[in-house]
């Protein structure tokens, strides 16, 4: 789709083409426009904050920016009851944090799920079975092989995980297949892509992560930023599915909690639409009283992988645990991975580091007006 007319779209509607846009290509208007289409209807009930609260937010930001809004601020606190100055406006973060840390243009051509076995061939990954790239097919070897021999080998599995390898946002092209002499639904399936796309066998979880949802993968969503001189986690989330739904996306009526350093979650639970629970609504457990086991082998994973992206230095990981207890990589968000959801379960992405951040990304720049007013 071209970029220019794509633009002006979402500018205009605040709604991008799942599949098709390419939201490395959006300017600045185009993602606030959508991020605002997003947050604005939740906060239509919202309590304003005190005039104590919205002097702090201004003071916080006053060295930054000329004028900052309290919309976010505001959302953020009616949502999980705790006001901080220092929560980080995703307005800000997509315009100039992410934009500052991240190439985006590295990160359209370098965001590919069939580079994933090369770029990240240090960390585990999906077993794969085949990929389609450009127009070349490729083994679970990377080697190159006929399309009908890869097609008899796939439907040969139990069961198929196909997956989109580019713009697959909120697990947008993600589908599970039945294998087991099924080619006529594998065929069906692949000619649906348009892209490239990779054949891969499911994950199969750790046995506590299944009971917080068995019909999807739960998977972590870890922050990281990639300093002079180490990878620094600023947030841990995981993303819990709901219903029948085999995907965990917020989008799909999955839920985000925060994840605190020993591996216990978050009181608090909170869905795309912004509602937030203390309780799994399908199965009723209180995620305050449950666990996210080997905690640290997904943090690993995410410090050995960092390090060669040095063109997007700040990325959201997706990682699951597998029933061996060994973290696995399921994708790497290397530019505009959404904050509003980690922040309200989690609190201020960057915590105390919230200033050293911004003086980093503003340094040497004058403050200007914002469009967030």
Same mark, same amino acid.
């Given at each position: 789709?071209?970029?220019?007319?794509?633009?002006?779209?979402?500018?205009?509607?605040?709604?991008?083409?799942?599949?098709?846009?390419?939201?490395?290509?959006?300017?600045?208007?185009?993602?606030?426009?959508?991020?605002?289409?997003?947050?604005?209807?939740?906060?239509?009930?919202?309590?304003?904050?005190?005039?104590?609260?919205?002097?702090?937010?201004?003071?916080?930001?006053?060295?930054?920016?000329?004028?900052?809004?309290?919309?976010?601020?505001?959302?953020?606190?009616?949502?999980?009851?705790?006001?901080?100055?220092?929560?980080?406006?995703?307005?800000?973060?997509?315009?100039?944090?992410?934009?500052?840390?991240?190439?985006?243009?590295?990160?359209?051509?370098?965001?590919?799920?069939?580079?994933?076995?090369?770029?990240?061939?240090?960390?585990?990954?999906?077993?794969?079975?085949?990929?389609?790239?450009?127009?070349?097919?490729?083994?679970?070897?990377?080697?190159?092989?006929?399309?009908?021999?890869?097609?008899?080998?796939?439907?040969?599995?139990?069961?198929?995980?196909?997956?989109?390898?580019?713009?697959?946002?909120?697990?947008?092209?993600?589908?599970?297949?039945?294998?087991?002499?099924?080619?006529?639904?594998?065929?069906?399936?692949?000619?649906?892509?348009?892209?490239?796309?990779?054949?891969?066998?499911?994950?199969?979880?750790?046995?506590?992560?299944?009971?917080?949802?068995? #019909?999807? !993968?739960?998977?972590?969503?870890?922050? $990281? %930023?990639?300093?002079?001189?180490? *990878?620094? +986690?600023?947030?841990?989330? &995981?993303?819990?599915?709901?219903?029948?739904?085999?995907?965990?996306?917020?989008?799909?009526?999955?839920?985000?909690?925060?994840?605190?350093?020993?591996?216990?979650?978050?009181?608090?639970?909170?869905?795309?639409?912004?509602?937030?629970?203390?309780?799994?609504?399908?199965?009723?457990?209180?995620?305050?009283?449950?666990?996210?086991?080997?905690?640290?082998?997904?943090?690993?994973?995410?410090?050995?992988?960092?390090?060669?992206?040095?063109?997007?230095?700040?990325?959201?990981?997706?990682?699951?645990?597998?029933?061996?207890? #060994?973290? !696995?990589?399921?994708?790497?968000?290397? $530019? %505009?991975?959404?904050?509003?959801? *980690?922040? +309200?379960?989690?609190?201020? &992405?960057?915590?105390?580091?919230?200033?050293?951040?911004?003086?980093?990304?503003?340094?040497?720049?004058?403050?200007?007006?914002?469009?967030?007013?």
């Amino acid at each position: 789709m071209n970029a220019f007319w794509e633009n002006i779209r979402c500018v205009v509607t605040g709604r991008y083409a799942e599949g098709k846009t390419d939201l490395n290509t959006l300017s600045d208007p185009a993602l606030i426009r959508i991020d605002r289409k997003t947050v604005t209807p939740s906060l239509k009930r919202v309590p304003r904050l005190s005039g104590k609260q919205r002097r702090a937010v201004r003071s916080f930001y006053r060295p930054y920016v000329r004028w900052m809004t309290d919309r976010y601020h505001r959302y953020y606190t009616a949502k999980n009851g705790v006001f901080r100055p220092d929560y980080l406006p995703e307005e800000l973060y997509v315009t100039q944090v992410d934009r500052f840390f991240s190439d985006r243009q590295e990160a359209r051509f370098l965001d590919n799920k069939c580079y994933y076995y090369r770029l990240f061939s240090n960390v585990k990954q999906p077993e794969l079975i085949g990929m389609r790239i450009g127009g070349s097919w490729l083994d679970g070897r990377l080697l190159p092989v006929s399309y009908d021999c890869l097609k008899k080998r796939a439907a040969a599995e139990p069961e198929l995980v196909i997956k989109r390898a580019v713009n697959s946002q909120g697990g947008y092209g993600v589908s599970f297949l039945k294998g087991s002499g099924n080619e006529r639904g594998l065929e069906e399936r692949i000619r649906g892509i348009p892209c490239d796309l990779v054949i891969q066998r499911p994950v199969r979880q750790h046995p506590e992560l299944s009971r917080l949802h068995p #019909e999807s !993968v739960n998977t972590l969503r870890i922050v $990281s %930023l990639l300093t002079e001189e180490k *990878v620094k +986690i600023y947030a841990v989330c &995981l993303k819990i599915g709901v219903g029948k739904e085999r995907v965990d996306n917020g989008c799909h009526g999955g839920i985000y909690c925060g994840v605190r350093p020993d591996g216990r979650l978050r009181r608090l639970g909170v869905m795309d639409d912004g509602r937030t629970t203390e309780r799994h609504p399908q199965l009723g457990y209180r995620f305050a009283d449950c666990r996210v086991p080997c905690l640290n082998s997904a943090l690993k994973l995410v410090r050995r992988a960092h390090p060669m992206m040095g063109h997007c230095r700040l990325i959201s990981w997706d990682v699951a645990i597998g029933e061996d207890g #060994e973290a !696995v990589l399921i994708e790497a968000n290397l $530019s %505009l991975g959404g904050i509003n959801d *980690v922040q +309200i379960c989690s609190g201020p &992405l960057f915590g105390r580091d919230t200033r050293k951040i911004l003086d980093e990304v503003f340094a040497g720049r004058k403050r200007k007006w914002t469009t967030w007013l």
